[in-house]
C-alpha cells in the first residue's frame, strides 16, 4: 500500500525571517544605548599633568628591559586641550588580545568616537586575530557603522582575537614593519596582564616610528589590578554575573527538589577574584578560595575533608544537597600540586628547546611523557610519590601544553570533577566510620567561556566606552607604555577619574617556559581586604542555613541595571 502524498505547506519566508533573524530583540535594543561619558571627558579629549600621591617603583631588570617607558609618570587627563601631539588627521591602531571579555567592543567604540570628535578624518585601523593581526599585518579599517552595530554587544568578534607574544625579535620587527606601511601614531592594545607586557614592549620598541602604545586594563579574571588606581580590569562584572545567574538557578533547583549537590567550577585562571564575586551574588554553600587555602597551607586531602565536612554536617540535618563553587586556579594554590605544575613546565619547556617540531613533548605518548619526567634532574622521589598518588584524571591535567606565554592552562583540567571524585570516596570511608549517613547525588558544572561572551552589564558598557576615551586622550598628549584607567569606580559615573599607569611600574619576575621573565603581575585576592574578611563572616551562615541569592540575569534596564561588582562596593567601604 502506498501512502497519500501530503499536500504540500506553504509557510511565509517573511514570518520565517523574522523568527529566526540573528538580530535578536535585546541586541538590537542594546545597539541604542549610548554610554555615559564621565565629567572629565565630557568635554572631548583633554589634557594631562603628573597625579601625585602614588608611590610607583620599577624593578631593575624592568628599568634595563624597558629604559625609555621606566621613565613614565602617573597622569591623569583634565578638561582641556590636549598638548595636541598626534598629527591630525592621524591613524591609530587597536587589537583585541587574550581571552574575550564583555565590553570589548565599547573600548573601540570610545577610541573611534573620540579621534572622530578630534578630527572628522582621524581613522581608526583593527587588527585581525588579536597580536598575530600586528605580526602579519592583517587589519580591517573600523567604520562607524561598524561600531554602532557592535555597541554594547558581548564577545570580541568584530576583529577576532589570540594570544600570540611579541617575544622574539623578528616579530619585533615584523610589528615594526606594520605601524611604519600603516603609518600608525597610535596602537591600543586590549588586554589582560600578558597582553599589556607586550603593550611594554612595543612601546619600548616602536617609540622612534612615532607609534605611541596604550594597554586597556581587560580580563574577566579580575586580576588585573592596581591598588588606589585600577580597581578591576573591564569585563569582569559581566562575566560573574553571567556566572552567578546559572548558579543562583542552581541554588533553586538544588532547594526544590533537595537531591544534588552542585560542583560548580567557575573560570579564572589564577586568582580567585570571579569566584569571592559570585558567592556574594549567590550565597553557596561552600565556596574555596585559592588564596587563602594557599595562606594556611593546605594540601589537596585538606581541600578534600573542607568540602566533605560541610556535606556531613549539613546531611545531619537532613539537607543533602547545595552547591559549591571552585574557583579554576585552585590548583595552583595548593603547594604540592603547584609544585609540580612549575616542575613539569620547566621540562616540557627545556625538552621542546632541544627537540624538533614533530618530536614536541605532547607528542609522546603519555607513559614517555611520564618517564622523561621522572628521568629529569629537577624531579625527586616526592615528586613522583605526590604525583602517583593523584588521580589519573588530574595526573594527565598536570601534563597538557602550556599556553603561548607559558602559563599552565587551567580552563583544560576538570578540576570539579577531580574534586568531585576525591570527596565521594572520603565520604564513603566516612560512611563506613558510621559519621556520614547522608545521600551523596552529585552534579558537576563549569562556567567559564560562556561568561566571556556574555551582554556586558551597563556598567561594563560604560566603563570600557570611557576607557576607549581615556586612551584616546592619553595618546593625543604622546603618551606612550601607559595603561588607560578610571580611578574610583565605586562612585557615580560623572566621577570616575581618567588616569594613564606607567606599566613599566607594574611589572615583575615570573617563572614561564622555565625562565624568568618580565611580566605585568597578577594581582590575587587581598585576605586582608574589606570583601574577603565579610566572606569569611558570612559564609558559615551560608554554609548550613539556604541563604540562597537569585541574582537572575544581566539587567539593562529597571532593578539592577545600575549595579556594580559588589566586591568592588565592599571593598571602597574599607575607604
Ligand atoms: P585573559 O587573561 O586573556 O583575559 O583570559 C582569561 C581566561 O578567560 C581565563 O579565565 C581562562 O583560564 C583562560 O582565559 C582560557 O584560555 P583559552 O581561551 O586559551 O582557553
Given at each position: 500500500m502506498?501512502?497519500?502524498p501530503?499536500?504540500?505547506?506553504?509557510?511565509?519566508?517573511?514570518?520565517?525571517?523574522?523568527?529566526?533573524?540573528?538580530?535578536?530583540?535585546?541586541?538590537?535594543?542594546?545597539?541604542?544605548?549610548?554610554?555615559?561619558?564621565?565629567?572629565?571627558?565630557?568635554?572631548?579629549?583633554?589634557?594631562?599633568?603628573?597625579?601625585?600621591?602614588?608611590?610607583?617603583?620599577?624593578?631593575?631588570?624592568?628599568?634595563?628591559?624597558?629604559?625609555?617607558?621606566?621613565?613614565?609618570?602617573?597622569?591623569?587627563?583634565?578638561?582641556?586641550?590636549?598638548?595636541?601631539?598626534?598629527?591630525?588627521?592621524?591613524?591609530?591602531?587597536?587589537?583585541?588580545?587574550?581571552?574575550?571579555?564583555?565590553?570589548?567592543?565599547?573600548?573601540?567604540?570610545?577610541?573611534?568616537?573620540?579621534?572622530?570628535?578630534?578630527?572628522?578624518?582621524n581613522?581608526?585601523?583593527?587588527?585581525?586575530?588579536?597580536?598575530?593581526?600586528?605580526?602579519?599585518?592583517k587589519?580591517?579599517?573600523?567604520?562607524?557603522?561598524?561600531?554602532?552595530?557592535?555597541?554594547?554587544?558581548?564577545?570580541?568578534?568584530?576583529?577576532?582575537?589570540?594570544?600570540?607574544?611579541?617575544?622574539?625579535?623578528?616579530?619585533?620587527?615584523?610589528?615594526?614593519?606594520?605601524?611604519?606601511?600603516?603609518?600608525?601614531?597610535?596602537?591600543?592594545?586590549?588586554?589582560?596582564?600578558?597582553?599589556?607586557?607586550?603593550?611594554?614592549?612595543?612601546?619600548?620598541?616602536?617609540?622612534?616610528?612615532?607609534?605611541?602604545?596604550?594597554?586597556?586594563?581587560?580580563?574577566?579574571?579580575?586580576?588585573?589590578?592596581?591598588?588606589?588606581?585600577?580597581?578591576?580590569?573591564?569585563?569582569?562584572?559581566?562575566?560573574?554575573?553571567?556566572?552567578?545567574?546559572?548558579?543562583?538557578?542552581?541554588?533553586?533547583?538544588?532547594?526544590?527538589?533537595?537531591?544534588?549537590?552542585?560542583?560548580n567550577?567557575?573560570?579564572?585562571?589564577?586568582?580567585?577574584?570571579?569566584?569571592?564575586?559570585?558567592?556574594?551574588?549567590?550565597?553557596?554553600?561552600?565556596?574555596?578560595?585559592?588564596?587563602?587555602?594557599?595562606?594556611?597551607?593546605?594540601?589537596?586531602?585538606?581541600?578534600?575533608?573542607?568540602?566533605?565536612?560541610?556535606?556531613?554536617?549539613?546531611?545531619?540535618?537532613?539537607?543533602n544537597?547545595?552547591?559549591?563553587?571552585?574557583?579554576e586556579?585552585?590548583?595552583?594554590?595548593?603547594?604540592e600540586?603547584?609544585?609540580?605544575?612549575?616542575?613539569?613546565?620547566?621540562?616540557?619547556?627545556a625538552?621542546?628547546?632541544?627537540?624538533?617540531?614533530?618530536?614536541?613533548?605532547?607528542?609522546?605518548?603519555?607513559?614517555?611523557?611520564?618517564?622523561?619526567?621522572?628521568?629529569?634532574?629537577?624531579?625527586?622521589?616526592?615528586?613522583?610519590?605526590?604525583?602517583?598518588?593523584?588521580?589519573?584524571?588530574?595526573?594527565?591535567?598536570?601534563?597538557?601544553?602550556?599556553?603561548a606565554?607559558?602559563?599552565?592552562?587551567?580552563?583544560?583540567?576538570?578540576?570539579?570533577?577531580?574534586?568531585?571524585?576525591?570527596?565521594?570516596?572520603?565520604?564513603?570511608?566516612?560512611r563506613?566510620?558510621?559519621?556520614?549517613?547522608?545521600?551523596?547525588?552529585?552534579?558537576?558544572?563549569?562556567?567559564?567561556?560562556?561568561?566571556?561572551?556574555?551582554?556586558?552589564?551597563?556598567?561594563?558598557?560604560?566603563?570600557?566606552?570611557?576607557?576607549?576615551?581615556?586612551?584616546?586622550?592619553?595618546?593625543?598628549?604622546?603618551?606612550?607604555?601607559?595603561?588607560?584607567?578610571?580611578?574610583?569606580l565605586?562612585?557615580?559615573?560623572?566621577?570616575?577619574?581618567?588616569?594613564?599607569?606607567?606599566?613599566?611600574?607594574?611589572?615583575?619576575?615570573?617563572?614561564?617556559?622555565?625562565?624568568?621573565?618580565?611580566?605585568?603581575?597578577?594581582?590575587?585576592?587581598?585576605?586582608?581586604?574589606?570583601?574577603?574578611?565579610?566572606?569569611?563572616?558570612?559564609?558559615?551562615?551560608?554554609a548550613?542555613?539556604?541563604?540562597y541569592?537569585?541574582?537572575?540575569?544581566?539587567?539593562?534596564?529597571?532593578?539592577?541595571?545600575?549595579?556594580?561588582?559588589?566586591t568592588?562596593?565592599?571593598?571602597?567601604?574599607?575607604?
Amino acid at each position: 500500500m502506498t501512502a497519500e502524498p501530503k499536500p504540500q505547506t506553504y509557510y511565509s519566508q517573511a514570518a520565517i525571517a523574522q523568527l529566526l533573524s540573528s538580530e535578536s530583540p535585546i541586541k538590537v535594543e542594546r545597539r541604542s544605548y549610548q554610554p555615559c561619558l564621565c565629567e572629565r571627558l565630557q568635554s572631548g579629549p583633554g589634557g594631562t599633568r603628573p597625579l601625585t600621591g602614588f608611590e610607583l617603583e620599577v624593578l631593575r631588570s624592568a628599568q634595563e628591559q624597558l629604559p625609555l617607558v621606566s621613565q613614565n609618570k602617573l597622569l591623569e587627563i583634565v578638561p582641556g586641550q590636549p598638548q595636541s601631539r598626534l598629527q591630525q588627521p592621524c591613524r591609530l591602531g587597536i587589537v583585541l588580545s587574550g581571552g574575550p571579555a564583555p565590553g570589548g567592543h565599547n573600548v573601540i567604540a570610545g577610541v573611534f568616537e573620540a579621534a572622530k570628535q578630534a578630527h572628522p578624518d582621524n581613522r581608526l585601523i583593527g587588527f585581525l586575530a588579536g597580536p598575530k593581526g600586528i605580526i602579519t599585518n592583517k587589519h580591517a579599517e573600523i567604520a562607524g557603522e561598524m561600531v554602532a552595530h557592535y555597541k554594547n554587544s558581548g564577545g570580541f568578534h568584530m576583529l577576532g582575537t589570540g594570544r600570540d607574544k611579541i617575544d622574539t625579535p623578528e616579530k619585533m620587527e615584523q610589528c615594526r614593519q606594520t605601524c611604519a606601511e600603516l603609518q600608525l601614531s597610535g596602537l591600543i592594545i586590549v588586554g589582560g596582564d600578558d597582553s599589556n607586557t607586550n603593550a611594554a614592549f612595543l612601546a619600548e620598541n616602536l617609540h622612534d616610528l612615532g607609534t605611541r602604545v596604550i594597554g586597556i586594563p581587560k580580563t574577566i579574571d579580575g586580576d588585573l589590578q592596581v591598588p588606589g588606581l585600577c580597581q578591576i580590569p573591564f569585563g569582569y562584572h559581566s562575566a560573574c554575573m553571567a556566572f552567578a545567574t546559572e548558579v543562583g538557578n542552581l541554588n533553586s533547583d538544588c532547594k526544590s527538589d533537595l537531591k544534588y549537590w552542585h560542583f560548580n567550577r567557575l573560570m579564572g585562571r589564577s586568582a580567585s577574584h570571579i569566584a569571592l564575586e559570585v558567592a556574594f551574588q549567590t550565597h553557596p554553600n561552600v565556596i574555596l578560595i585559592g588564596e587563602e587555602i594557599e595562606e594556611k597551607e593546605l594540601t589537596i586531602h585538606e581541600v578534600v575533608r573542607l568540602i566533605a565536612d560541610i556535606i556531613v554536617e549539613r546531611a545531619k540535618i537532613g539537607k543533602n544537597y547545595g552547591t559549591i563553587l571552585i574557583p579554576e586556579g585552585i590548583l595552583e594554590f595548593i603547594h604540592e600540586i603547584n609544585c609540580l605544575i612549575i616542575k613539569i613546565s620547566y621540562i616540557i619547556a627545556a625538552y621542546n628547546r632541544e627537540a624538533a617540531e614533530e618530536e614536541s613533548f605532547h607528542k609522546l605518548p603519555f607513559e614517555d611523557q611520564v618517564q622523561l619526567i621522572d628521568n629529569s634532574d629537577i624531579w625527586r622521589d616526592y615528586d613522583s610519590r605526590i604525583f602517583l598518588g593523584l588521580p589519573p584524571r588530574l595526573q594527565t591535567g598536570l601534563l597538557l601544553p602550556r599556553d603561548a606565554h607559558g602559563n599552565f592552562q587551567y580552563a583544560l583540567v576538570n578540576t570539579e570533577r577531580i574534586l568531585l571524585d576525591m570527596v565521594a570516596t572520603y565520604l564513603r570511608k566516612q560512611r563506613a566510620r558510621g559519621i556520614y549517613k547522608g545521600n551523596f547525588r552529585t552534579q558537576n558544572h563549569y562556567y567559564g567561556y560562556d561568561g566571556r561572551g556574555t551582554f556586558p552589564t551597563k556598567f561594563d558598557c560604560d566603563y570600557a566606552y570611557n576607557l576607549g576615551h581615556t586612551a584616546f586622550s592619553l595618546l593625543a598628549n604622546g603618551a606612550t607604555g601607559y595603561m588607560a584607567a578610571l580611578k574610583d569606580l565605586h562612585k557615580p559615573i560623572t566621577e570616575w577619574q581618567p588616569i594613564g599607569i606607567p606599566l613599566a611600574p607594574l611589572m615583575h619576575l615570573e617563572e614561564r617556559k622555565g625562565r624568568l621573565e618580565l611580566v605585568i603581575q597578577k594581582q590575587k585576592v587581598d585576605l586582608e581586604s574589606p570583601a574577603f574578611q565579610i566572606l569569611a563572616q558570612e559564609r558559615q551562615k551560608w554554609a548550613l542555613e539556604d541563604d540562597y541569592r537569585f541574582p537572575g540575569p544581566i539587567q539593562f534596564s529597571g532593578a539592577g541595571a545600575e549595579a556594580k561588582p559588589i566586591t568592588l562596593m565592599l571593598n571602597a567601604l574599607g575607604g
